[in-house]
């Protein structure tokens, strides 16, 4: 007999205090059978809403998010063919028994002793009869000891999405983290959505300085809807006066069907923006990623090549998306338009290339000359006062500061509308800062404004996957951001931006493996001030 550790319904509200909640441990043999143990209970309620923070949030939008599969042949990929919201879901495919599914590591943003809320959309796939679905919750996955805490439960079926919502109390001690979707019997394909974990966040820290009070330029921080609200919300406000909407503003969100415009991800971060007077940095028009499919395809799903008419129908649909992005703006803001500033296109560099352009498939259909092509585009549809950034990742490193360097000077010579150059500055504890400062010098000899974008220190190599967060390297991060911090505020820069609000937030998380206690930003999971934090200060001053 199985029984669950806790079953909640789709229509289950977290907001509301729990009654009881009741933990029954499960383990699992090798052969995937479970038994139960006897269970103990607990009482437990869930916080607050204001008091919770999104330490998990998956749409697949950008691809697997770090979701893995879980069983042998089973397979997980983001699809953009059935979705709940946006632009992806994540498909779960080669079951063969009922706890084969998808998961994802938690370790680093768990805490122990709290209790977290968690949800999830799932749906079965094509033609699958209604089967039992559940998100478990599961300790040293792997060991001769693992926990199972089944958190919710609920019907789906094949034909539309069911929401799952639970919470658990994660119990102390230490342990390895992670959450799973599964099924109680069926071996039906599983589609997955909107994946959320919460849990309860100590009050932002009011006896340290605000950070945007101690530059002179804009302080920016990359966004999403989890940050808007609640606590994050609080330490956004009181330390950046400037956003970069991390995927609400990228095509793939706003556009996902030619013709179908979704604005609703892009206006819940502007309009918290304009409403607490934030500035906007968006992100972004032309890039190999987040692009979808369809731009590339022709009416008939023919593959686009570099012919001249398909040439001129991918120009079209680049002017045709940027122009609603820019009427939506302007109806929506009028003069009170927050956004100033546009990653036009990003990451087009590749030193590798003979050319020293990404061979992307903007490259493919439009040629070499597709950079500048996208430039005068964003000038003709954003007007004349948005500032137009070439973005870009590793400028510091010579081979790509030359091929930087030379696409500039190509764009200034064929007259494109380049404003400004955009420096990624996913830096590390090895990154040469001299080298830091030797590209902005670079950059600004050619006469262009230039700004730091998406900054983050990691704390690991990565190919490394730490059990812990080392306070000699938190000790070391605070060195280097200062280092940084000092070359920033010495240059003229028009603003500098960090990719994340607190380290649980950071994509460094899932990328390029997964990395729980990878740290990468000025504040922890628990948006508390790191050592980072005060470097950052002490860069500015002495810079």
């Known amino acids: 007999m199985r029984r669950p550790a806790l079953l909640l319904g789709a229509g289950a509200v977290l907001v509301v205090v729990l009654a009881l909640l ?25 916080p607050p809403a204001a008091e919770l923070t999104t330490v998990l949030s998956s749409t697949f939008d950008e691809g697997d998010e770090g979701w893995a599969p879980l069983g042998d042949g089973v397979e997980v990929a983001a699809a953009q063919d059935v979705t709940r919201d946006g632009a992806g879901s994540l498909l779960v495919s080669g079951r063969t028994e009922a706890w084969h599914g998808a998961a994802v590591d938690l370790s680093g943003s768990v805490a122990r002793g709290q209790v977290h809320a968690v949800s999830a959309w799932v749906r079965l796939g094509e033609g699958a009869p209604d089967a039992d679905v559940q998100l478990t919750l599961e300790r040293d996955p792997g060991s001769e000891d693992p926990l199972y805490l089944h958190v919710a439960r609920g019907t789906a079926s094949a034909g539309d999405w069911v929401e799952l919502t ?11 983290w992670r959450l799973y979707v599964e099924t109680t019997a069926s071996t039906a394909d599983l589609r997955v ?14 006896d340290v300085p605000a950070l945007k009070d101690a530059t002179e330029v804009p302080l920016g921080v990359a966004v999403g809807p989890q940050d808007l609200t609640g606590r994050p919300a609080e330490l956004l406000l009181r330390h950046f006066d400037q956003v970069t909407p991390e995927n609400a503003m990228k095509p793939v969100t706003v556009q996902p069907a030619e013709g179908e415009f979704d604005f609703g991800p892009m206006d819940e971060v502007l309009d918290f923006a304009a409403e ?28 686009l090549t570099g012919s001249p008419e398909d040439r001129s129908l991918v120009l079209d649909r680049l002017r045709a998306h940027t122009r609603a992005v820019a009427d939506h703006l302007a109806e929506r803001y009028g003069d009170a338009n927050p956004v100033r500033s546009w990653d036009v296109v990003n990451e087009a560099l590749d030193p590798e290339e003979a050319d020293g352009l990404r061979h992307s498939r903007w490259y493919e259909v439009l040629g070499p000359d597709y950079v500048a092509e996208a430039f005068r585009v964003a000038r003709e549809e954003l007007g004349p006062d948005a500032v137009l950034y070439l973005n870009d990742y590793d400028t510091d490193a010579p081979d790509r500061r030359r091929g930087l360097v030379r696409l500039v000077m190509d764009l200034q010579a064929a007259g494109a509308p380049v404003d400004a150059v955009g420096h990624q500055m996913h830096v590390d504890l090895d990154t040469d800062v001299d080298r830091v400062a030797t590209t902005l010098d670079a950059v600004a000899a050619l006469g262009l404004r230039q700004a730091v974008t998406e900054l983050d220190v990691a704390i690991s190599g990565r190919d490394e996957q730490l059990d812990s967060t080392p306070p000699d390297r938190l000790e070391a991060q605070r060195g280097q951001v200062q280092e940084l911090a000092s070359a920033f505020a010495a240059r003229d820069l028009a603003f500098v931006g960090v990719w994340g609000l607190y380290d649980t937030r950071s994509w460094l998380r899932a990328w390029p493996q997964e990395r729980p206690f990878e740290a990468p930003l000025l504040f922890d999971d628990e948006l508390q001030a790191k050592p980072a934090f005060q470097g950052f200060l002490d860069g500015i001053a002495a810079g």
């Open 276 to 303: 607490h007077g934030l500035t906007v940095h968006g992100h972004t028009l032309v890039w190999h990623r987040s692009t979808p499919e369809w731009f590339f395809q022709a009416p008939d799903g023919r593959p």
């Open 166 to 176: 639970g919470a658990a109390e994660v119990p102390e001690g230490d342990g390895e």
């Open 22 to 46: 009741v933990v029954l441990l499960v383990t699992r043999d090798d052969g995937g059978d479970r038994t139960t143990t006897p269970a103990p209970t607990a009482a437990a309620s869930s």
């Open 193 to 206: 959505d909107d994946v959320a974990v919460r849990r309860p966040t100590p009050e932002v820290q009011t």
